[in-house]
């Protein structure tokens, strides 16, 4: 089962540029995605764990195509505005938690960072409007 399911996100991931898709799924209008921790300003020995906050609307797996639920997704140190009209790049800098997960082990070097929280539908699509927190900045020491 586990297995069918990573080679179907494995496919629906590589096929995903070539295909036009509308975009995301309309967002609750009283979503808000926020960090419970760390909060604004914290500064932190080591790692961390960094738990997501989600109020109105669920959390559920990638692929799981419920209305009003969708998959956390953190930014790392990630400047550039997202492309609403694309899905949400997976990379060391953006951190897909496909499995519904709501808090996870990070670890980041020495040194100011930033973290925000997205939450992409199905297909890794922001919503619309984006269901995206505030960013906030740390310390690493
Ligand atoms: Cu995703």
Redesign the pocket.
């Known amino acids: 089962m586990k297995i069918v399911r990573l080679v179907a996100l494995a496919v629906a991931l590589a096929s995903v540029p070539c295909v036009v898709h509308a975009q995301g799924k309309p967002a609750a209008k009283d979503a808000l995605l926020y960090f419970i921790w760390p909060q604004n300003g914290a500064a932190i020995k080591g790692g961390f764990w960094c738990r997501f906050g989600l109020r109105g609307m669920g959390v559920t797996h ?1 692929g799981d195509d419920f209305q009003n639920s969708g ?1 956390h ?1 953190l930014l790392i140190d990630v400047n550039e505005p997202l492309d609403a009209n694309e899905p ?1 790049p997976q990379d060391k800098n953006h951190l ?1 938690f ?1 499995a519904g997960q709501t808090e996870a082990r990070i670890e980041l070097l020495p040194g100011k960072h930033t973290l925000q929280l997205v939450l ?1 539908d199905a297909k ?1 699509y922001p919503f619309n409007p984006p269901v995206i927190s505030k960013k906030i900045t740390i310390t690493v020491k």
Do not use: E
């Open positions: 990638a998959h997704h949400i897909h496909g992409g890794h």
